[in-house]
């Protein structure tokens, strides 16, 4: 089991930004596939954003798409998630997913073996 660790999160007010942080001791970034979903209270969990082994290839939600960045620094094997322009309906806990040799573009939802705990975000009106 590879350990999975989010930050990053906290309280903004709508139009704020926040910039989610994953790292992965023990995980080689450079051939994992990875991603950031999210669960709302009452709600299903929902994919966020994806990005392949190498980094250039990232997909993002509809309801994300324009305001989010994902992206993966190999040097310091660190996921990020820049998201501007927040809204109060981007409540909710973060995870950061991972698919270790996975090289097949951004994995599906059932392929990411490793987790972490989540990081608390919550946007005020």
């Known amino acids: 089991q590879v350990p999975v660790v989010e930050s990053g999160g906290g309280l903004v007010q709508a139009g704020g930004s926040l910039r989610l942080s994953c790292t992965a001791p023990?995980?080689?970034?450079?051939?994992?596939?990875m991603s950031w979903f999210r669960q709302a209270p009452g709600k299903e969990r929902e994919g966020v954003s994806c990005?392949?082994?190498?980094?250039?290839?990232?997909n993002y939600g509809d309801s994300v798409r324009g305001r989010f960045t994902i992206s993966k620094d190999m040097a310091k094997s660190t996921l990020y998630l820049q998201m501007n322009n927040l809204k109060p309906e981007d409540t909710g806990m973060y995870y950061c997913?991972?698919?270790?040799?996975?090289?097949?573009?951004?994995?599906?939802?059932?392929?990411?073996?490793?987790w972490g705990q989540g990081t608390q975000v919550t946007v005020s009106s």
């Open positions: 997913g991972a698919a270790p040799s996975y090289y097949d573009g951004c994995a599906g939802d059932d392929e990411y073996a490793y």
């Open positions: 990005i392949n082994y190498r980094g250039d290839i990232r």
């Open positions: 023990g995980l080689t970034f450079s051939t994992a596939a």
